[in-house]
């Protein structure tokens, strides 16, 4: 009886150590859909040597599959989202957001829907930029400069004013003509190189990123300066109230921004 009982014991005893084998793989498994479910629209993957200042970020479209049809007011981030999304690609370069985008947990779609929530969003797609940086302690529009001004500048003169902008580790949203739409559109400059500037375009791959080829007439450059000590101090609150003395004029931009 004894004998016979063995090689079922055996069989029973392969049984349960395969299944103890497999129980952390499947929660594993488990916990990590729980966290991409978390992360809300979908996250990119960050590489350990991924930089501060580089990185899937910069490649951002606002036609991206994962947040095209994020709502801005009755308008979504595909349609009208380049400011939505260059702004977020500056958070994460300034390394204001850049924990949480390590973590997948921030994103233009994310972001957007952070801004409509807060209440941020205009009906028409608009950004309220006031709102936007009085509710943040970490970031000041540190200069605005009118297209007025800029175009007439030889292209070497432009080049240099961007690149001294770059150099004091600032960050350069333009607000550009669109030749091909008519409308403006926001890009980001990353650097300049041979007397072009290189640019972070969430609307188009098809363009050269040199911003002079691409876009020669400009509506308008704010340029923002980041202060990464005090956004770990602060609340990061979107939905804090906004102190007057924190508000910054930047109506014309938005004016700019909700044609888009």
Known sequence: MNKRKKPFLRLLSLILAAFLLFLPVAVSAAGGGETAAKSGVGADTVDEEESIRSGAF????????????????????????????????ILVASGLEWERYEKGEFNPGIFAAELKEAGLITAGGGLDLEGFVASRADLTIAESIDGADFDPLPQSEKAQLIQDQLNAGRFVFIIAHNPTTGNRHA??????????????????????????????????????????????????????????????SASSLWNHLSNI
């Not at 190189?193 to 609307?203: H, M, S, Y």
């Open 58 to 89: 910069a490649n951002w479209k606002q036609r991206d599959p994962r947040w095209h049809d994020q709502s801005l007011g009755y308008s979504s981030v595909g349609r009208s989202g380049c400011y939505v999304t260059s702004l977020s690609m």
């Open 187 to 248: 890009v980001v400059a990353s650097a300049v190189e041979n007397g072009e500037v290189l640019v972070c375009d969430p609307g188009y791959t098809s363009k050269t990123g040199l911003f002079f080829e691409d876009y020669p007439s400009v509506s308008e450059i704010i340029v923002f300066a980041a202060d990464v000590e005090e956004c770990e101090d602060s609340e990061k609150n979107f939905g804090s109230d906004i102190p007057s003395a924190l508000a910054v």
